[in-house]
């Protein structure tokens, strides 16, 4: 998938390409009508915004971080699955790391594309064994990561990096420490995104399919607008089309099995 600037929408290609929008026009409350009359000129089927929630609308425009939710929820071309990066789910941890944020804050974001958004699928990145971190405040960011549910999160191990400011601190986290830590918020990202699947099932969801099945004939993969993974079984030609289909069963393979 392609990351652009909202200026470019008018260069996308063909109807049915599924595109990631970068943050960069957050704060400008005009982006939405701008994107919805870019993305209608082209005939561009589905938008899925990168970023939703703006570090600065959340600190200082919270009314106009509603009302952004609400405009983007009005247009049909965007898509229901949103990445806000998060990184740890502890406060201490985020003045660290120096983010300009909370989790207080943090949380009001999903709480507006909740609101706004039937199901919306919010997915995270997380960085654990980051310089300083004690067990108490991993356990901060667990409970956190518990209590909002998200869909999916990304999980990752801190690594050193010469020339920066955290490479610096101390004390440095031992490598079986940040296994161990990886490995919980693994399991936990697995069983919330089995959840949240297994809601969706018996829906009928739009799926863009993208390519056929390695291995499987006759079978197809593709994702919803919600970027759920979908297999569906037709002896059509359906590679690059948009059909509608009834989410069925969650398969082992991380697939939701889907039937026209």
């Known amino acids: 998938m392609k990351v652009i600037l909202v200026e470019d929408v008018k260069a996308l290609g063909k109807k049915g390409e599924m595109v ?21 000129a082209k005939n561009i089927n589905d938008l899925k915004l990168k970023k939703a929630h703006d570090e600065k609308v959340a600190k200082e425009q919270l009314a106009d971080a509603r009302a952004f939710a609400e405009e ?7 898509c229901p699955h ?15 790391m120096n983010r300009k944020y909370t989790t207080e804050e943090y949380e009001n974001a ?26 108490e405040e991993f356990e901060e960011t667990r409970k ?29 986290i031992n490598d079986q420490i940040k296994a161990k830590r990886s490995n919980v918020l693994l399991e936990m990202s ?3 995104q089995k ?33 759920i993974k979908v297999a569906l079984y037709s002896e059509e030609l359906l590679e ?6 009834k989410l069925r069963q969650i398969l082992d393979d991380g697939y939701v099995l889907a039937e026209c």
Do not use: W
């Open 20 to 40: 990631n929008v970068s943050d960069g026009y957050a704060r400008n409350m005009l982006f939405p009508k701008k994107l919805a009359l870019e993305a209608s």
């Open 72 to 78: 983007l929820a009005k247009m049909e071309k965007i």
């Open 82 to 96: 949103f990445h806000l990066s998060l990184q740890s789910g502890c406060d201490a941890t985020l003045a660290r």
């Open 110 to 135: 999903c709480s507006i594309l909740r609101k706004n958004f039937t199901h919306p699928a919010i997915t995270t990145d997380v960085i654990v064994g980051f310089p300083g971190e004690t067990e």
């Open 144 to 172: 956190f990561l518990e209590e909002i549910d998200l869909y999916e999160m990304h999980v990752f191990k801190y690594s050193i990096r010469k020339g920066t400011k955290a490479a610096d601190m101390k004390p440095q």
């Open 190 to 192: 697995k069983q919330h």
């Open 195 to 227: 959840e949240f699947e297994t809601k969706q099932l018996g829906m009928v969801k739009e799926v863009l399919i993208e390519e056929k099945m390695h291995g499987k004939d006759h079978y197809y993969t593709g994702h919803t607008k919600e970027y």
């Open 240 to 245: 690059n089309k948009i059909v509608k289909v």
